[in-house]
T-cell receptor
Framework: LAKTTQPISMDSYEGQEVNITCSHN???????ITWYQQFPSQGPRFIIQ???TKVTNEVASLFIPADRKSSTLSLPRVSLSDTAVYYC?????????FGAGTILRVKS | SAVISQKPSRDICQRGTSLTIQCQVD?????MFWYRQQPGQSLTLIAT?????????ESGFVIDKFPISRPNLTFSTLTVSNMSPEDSSIYLC????????????FGPGTRLTVL
């Protein structure tokens, strides 16, 4: 299973764009890259998933370079409510392995 | 996505007792999983709940301690047996539909405190 490496924490201010990069050097050919958000006392919430290039949805963008050894979650114009733990996961069917995650603190 | 509920949402239990946690999904799903999140830690997969057969446990987790049932495609239970304070954690179920992305969706979790 591919191991992921993310920054332990990041600080930002309201209205800024936040980019969280995840390294996954041993990603396998069939692995997808998935990001989750978790607030205290809640289950993780699916944010976005991709395989290659760029994926965008209503809350975030995911950038994946051609070698797929890393990925970047981009959150546009964050607000205080985006303060949470963000997990980057790579894996195939069924096997979600959670790393330590990145604690994002958004300040006013 | 899927709407997932868990019961109880939290409980405080005495050492040596057992607690059964229920996970209910609003639609049929192919896969159901159980995770544990210890205080201040990330999530760890306990087992995959297989419909109609025995659960598949991850390394470090055994059926005698965490028996799991999955009688149908929308419901599963996890029992934490013979509890000790080290079992104090949040227990989460997740579900997955067999589409092209195999995305997992998580329930709200059950916060367990063992005294």
């Amino acid at each position: 299973l591919a191991k992921t490496t993310q920054p332990i924490s990041m600080d930002s201010y309201e209205g800024q764009e936040v980019n969280i990069t995840c390294s996954h050097n041993n990603i396998a050919t069939n692995d997808y890259i998935t990001w989750y958000q978790q607030f205290p006392s809640q289950g993780p919430r699916f944010i976005i998933q991709g395989y290659k290039t760029k994926v965008t949805n209503e809350v975030a963008s995911l950038f994946i370079p051609a070698d797929r050894k890393s990925s970047t979650l981009s959150l546009p114009r964050v607000s205080l409510s985006d303060t949470a733990v963000y997990y980057c996961l790579v894996g195939g069917r069924n096997k979600l392995v959670f790393g330590a995650g990145t604690i994002l603190r958004v300040k006013s | 996505s899927a709407v997932i509920s868990q019961k109880p949402s939290r409980d405080i239990c005495q050492r040596g007792t057992s607690l059964t946690i229920q996970c209910q999904v609003d639609s049929q799903v192919t896969m159901m999983f159980w995770y544990r999140q210890q205080p201040g830690q990330s999530l760890t997969l306990i087992a995959t709940a297989n419909q109609g057969s025995e659960a598949t446990y991850e390394s470090g987790f055994v059926i005698d301690k965490f028996p799991i049932s999955r009688p149908n495609l929308t419901f599963s239970t996890l029992t934490v047996s013979n509890m000790s304070p080290e079992d104090s954690s949040i227990y989460l179920c997740s579900v997955e539909r067999r589409d092209s992305s195999d995305t997992q969706y998580f329930g709200p979790g059950t916060r367990l405190t063992v005294l």
